[in-house]
């Protein structure tokens, strides 16, 4: 087949068709799925480990994309948000201060900041964002609430009359699904240390290094927990150990608590995001135990490496603007996805290099031109500023 992205994407949904639909292999789809091994059949990739760990993480939703700006995504955002008053924004702050959270009023130019709950540097770094923004760009006179707990209120933990759409202000959150309205999306604590990591002398000497000279397996940017394990260790039956750690893939643990599952791969130093980007694949598969978003995933698209992104319905700001195929690599998102989708996805990425290479490509200069400094700063003057023009004064 020729190496086009055409193919590399028939040849993923091919292999996941299979596996999904427990397809037996025949001489006609080995042509098509390079992925499958013998010592894989009989294997239940259903099996009790997994139970436990269903409830967040089961999903076959993707968040919205294929958007072609920042004015359309903030459009989108506060397409039912209207006449905004006083009191639904006091409504908004009893519900955030619950947790880690700040309203943030501005009058007469001058920003005032209310903080609740415990700050271990999350809520410092958003302000910083905000002030930068204001100094550079000026906001409007304005009030809002910023919450900086991994899940909305609503699903977390309240369960009152104030968490009803109708009765609170929008709230400002790094994350939100594509189902949820009321929360308008701010970049997260970490987008600082994106743009320093970028101005890294490492940095820029790992990313001149050649697609075709790095490592051709999947770099798995992200910790150990309990969800993920249980992932890796389907796969102990083969005789290649866990799929998600054995030819083609390598995973990060910074812990050695998760014993019960199988043995895992311990790095001999904690890996830095300076380290995926030695491999051609780098995989980030959500936000760990809570499903919301992960910090890790704009790191994804700065190193030149192709990105897999496995399905979810959780989103960041800049997330719409990717284009599957084009910026990303899906990737299925089941429970069991870490082993059984990941490898043949691997697998297909390895046999078509150059399809992957343009991806990896196209991440890159989306990364430029959506999440530079300058471009996000204006993305949070513009929907602050959307956002009061719809508060009744």
């Known amino acids: 087949m020729l190496d086009t992205v055409k193919n590399l994407e028939k040849c993923i949904n091919y292999c996941n068709k299979i596996i999904y639909e427990n397809v037996p292999p025949t001489p006609k789809n080995k042509y098509y799925n390079p992925t499958h091994h013998n010592e894989w059949n ?14 967040r993480h089961n999903t076959s939703d993707m968040f919205p994309v294929n958007m072609n700006s920042y004015s359309e995504i903030i459009k989108f955002q506060l397409s039912d948000v209207f006449n905004v008053s006083k009191k639904m924004i006091d409504n908004a702050w009893n519900i955030a201060s619950k947790k880690t959270s700040a309203r ?22 958003v302000l910083n964002i905000i002030n930068s923004v204001h100094k550079k760009l000026k906001l409007p006179d304005t009030d809002f609430v910023i919450l900086l707990s991994d899940l909305p209120p609503e699903q977390e933990w309240i369960n009152t009359d104030l968490a009803k759409k109708s009765n609170r202000a929008p709230i400002f959150m790094p994350t939100r699904r594509s189902t949820q309205s009321n929360i308008l ?22 990313i001149s290094n050649p697609f075709t000279k790095r490592i051709p397996k999947i770099y798995f940017a992200g910790g150990i927990n309990k969800y993920r394990a249980a992932a890796w260790c389907l796969g102990i039956k083969t005789k290649n150990g866990s799929l998600m750690t054995g030819l083609d893939t390598e995973a990060i643990k910074f812990s050695t608590s998760n014993k019960n599952y199988c043995k895992l791969p311990v790095w001999k130093k904690p890996q830095t995001h300076l380290d995926m980007y030695k491999y051609k694949f780098v995989l980030s598969p959500g936000g760990g135990t809570w499903p919301s978003w992960s910090t890790r995933f704009k790191f994804l698209f700065s190193g030149r490496s192709t990105p897999i992104v496995s399905k979810s319905d959780w989103y960041e700001f800049f997330y719409p603007l990717l284009r599957p195929y084009k910026d990303f690599v ?24 150059n399809a992957s290479e343009s991806i990896a490509n196209n991440a890159f200069m989306f990364q430029q031109k959506y999440l530079s400094k300058k471009i996000v700063f204006q993305y949070v003057h513009d929907i602050i500023s959307e956002y009061t023009m719809r508060i009744n004064n």
């Open 104 to 125: 943030i009023t501005i009058k007469n130019g001058v920003i005032h900041v209310k903080s609740s709950g415990p700050d271990i540097g999350r809520r410092s770094k």
């Open 330 to 353: 899906p990737a299925e998102n089941t429970i069991s996805s870490v082993s059984r989708y990941i490898y043949p996805t691997g697998e297909c990425l390895r046999k078509f290099p």
């Open 42 to 55: 009989g294997i239940d990739w259903t099996g009790d480990e997994i139970s436990y760990f269903e409830t």
């Open 185 to 206: 999306l701010i970049p997260d604590y970490t987008f600082q240390d994106f743009w320093d990591h970028k101005q890294n002398k490492n940095y820029k000497n790992i």
